[in-house]
């Protein structure tokens, strides 16, 4: 069993590389530990993973409006924020090796690889430091930002006054976060630069605990009508005492990876814990004044915070398949169409004209509106099987019969039925098929 998991993952991990969706990052240097790579593949679905969530939670709304703030920020936001003193991990070493271990996630009294004793914990924080300006001094230290949250709540007055709305709203942003981990892995599940999908959604207290239950179920369903099986996710609430300092409540959703249940995104009820220390810390009041009740308030807020690469992943795992055809095993990746990185191949039969130029015109119409791809080489059978692996949901096959009828094949990804429709129509049936 356990072989068989790695097995799966193993092929993950190559097909990521060989059909370019992930390389480990700076390769022809050896690589560097838990930094990746998106290829030409993976940066097309990366994007329509990000362009789902944007869609869903910013452009089909109107109580979200969206930010794009950057990622150095004052040294005095992660002092606000509870950054500076408490994001940290308890860290112990090997006395012999100096291999590093999280101590909360280690089993084992001692060094798992050599077996020797290990050091006291302490606490390691996770942000990664660097300097402002020429001059390398304790005044210049600024933080990679490890999440991308302080930059919406920072922003909470400019968006309120610029956008004059009124609560409940939410401020959506996506875009890199950076943790030092003391341990990464399983491929891009933990890394230490990625990327996150955050909406911090400020309502009146007391309808905190509504809209917390509404975003848990919401974000649910987003995974679900993306493609992943139901019965490989879940949610996790986290118990009373195990909540952080901030969080009213919180819950996670979690995806059943091939090794273990990971945590996709986590979903909390973080009172008014940081609007409260922003003003704290920076002397300008963060409220909001409410017109019906004529009293100043600060907001609750309710946080789904999720991870662009972990959702990729689950996407993948979830879409890998290994299919008996005839007398063969075929892979292919059930990639609902809108998060699959190519719409559409266009196959011709033949290289040669005339069937060339009918295909290559049907290709430069198509590719206005999705990725297209242009595929000529080889048996079309081998075609087919590369478009599968990809999660290609549609293949398009010009034969020499289209030139007499004007009629194209269309192929369907995961039933292989093939249709014949004429090329007049096809944009028009492909777009409906892709729902897009
Ligand atoms: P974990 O417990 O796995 O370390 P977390 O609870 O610290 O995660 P959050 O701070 O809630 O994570 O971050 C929100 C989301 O950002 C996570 O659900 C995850 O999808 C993503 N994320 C956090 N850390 C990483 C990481 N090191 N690599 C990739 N994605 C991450």
Same mark, same amino acid.
């Given at each position: ?59 089909? /709304? ?6 794009? #703030? ?19 991990d308890p860290l112990v070493e ?6 590093r271990?999280r101590a ?17 914990p302490r606490?390691f &924080? ?37 956008? =004059? ?17 003391i ?8 890394? /230490? ?13 007391? !309808? ?7 975003? #848990? ?33 919180? #819950? ?16 909390? &009820? ?39 690469? /972990? ?71 081998? =075609? ?7 999660? !290609?949901?549609?293949?398009? !096959? ?10 194209? !094949? ?27």
């Amino acid at each position: 069993m356990a072989e068989q998991i790695m097995d799966k993952m193993e092929k993950l991990v190559s097909l990521c590389k060989r059909r370019g969706f992930i390389f480990p990052s700076s390769e022809i240097y050896g690589g560097l530990s838990s930094c990746w790579d998106y290829g030409p593949l993976g940066v097309e679905m990366k994007r329509n993973i990000k362009q789902a969530w944007w869609q869903t939670i910013v452009q089909s /709304r109107d109580d979200v409006v969206g930010l794009d #703030t950057s990622i150095l920020m004052h040294p005095r936001v992660w002092e606000a924020s509870g950054h500076i003193t408490g994001f940290s991990d308890p860290l112990v070493e090997c006395k012999k090796c100096n291999l590093r271990f999280r101590a909360d996630e280690l089993k084992a009294q001692a060094c798992t690889v050599c077996g020797s004793p290990l050091s006291e914990p302490r606490q390691f &924080n996770l942000m990664f430091k660097t300097f402002m300006g020429p001059v390398e001094e304790q005044a210049n230290i600024v933080y990679l930002r490890p999440e991308t949250a302080q930059g919406i709540f920072v922003n909470f007055e400019n968006v309120m006054t610029s956008t =004059r709305k009124k609560l409940p709203l939410g401020i959506a942003q996506q875009g890199k976060s950076f943790r030092n981990e003391i341990t990464t892995g399983n491929f891009i599940f933990r890394s /230490r630069e990625f990327e996150q999908m955050e909406l911090e959604f400020f309502v009146k207290p007391g !309808t905190d605990m509504e809209w917390f239950e509404y975003w #848990t179920e919401a974000r649910l369903a987003w995974y679900i009508n993306l493609g992943i099986k139901p019965e490989n996710l879940r949610l996790a609430p986290h118990p009373k005492e195990d909540l952080a300092h901030y969080a009213r409540c919180c #819950t996670d959703v979690e995806y059943q990876f091939p090794w273990n249940w990971g945590e996709l995104e986590g979903i909390a &009820n973080r009172g008014d814990f940081d609007l409260k220390a922003h003003s704290k810390v920076s002397g300008k009041g963060l409220s909001y004044f409410d017109e019906e009740s004529k009293e100043t308030i600060v907001p609750y807020v309710i946080e789904p915070s999720a991870g662009v690469d /972990r959702s990729m992943l689950a996407f993948l795992c979830d879409a890998y398949a290994e299919e008996p055809d005839k007398d063969e095993i075929r892979v292919v990746l059930h990639l609902n169409p809108r998060i699959a990185p190519v719409k559409v191949a266009i196959l011709p039969l033949s290289k040669k004209e005339p069937l060339a130029k009918v295909s290559q015109e049907i290709y430069s119409e198509l590719r206005g509106n999705w990725s297209v791809v242009y595929d000529d080489a080889q048996s079309i059978g081998r =075609r087919y099987r590369r478009q599968d692996e990809i999660g !290609t949901p549609f293949c398009v !096959t010009v034969d020499f019969q289209s030139l007499e009828d004007k009629m194209v !094949t269309i192929r369907e990804r995961d039933s292989m039925v093939q249709v014949r429709v004429p090329i007049s129509q096809l944009k028009g049936v492909l777009a409906s098929k892709l729902c897009i």
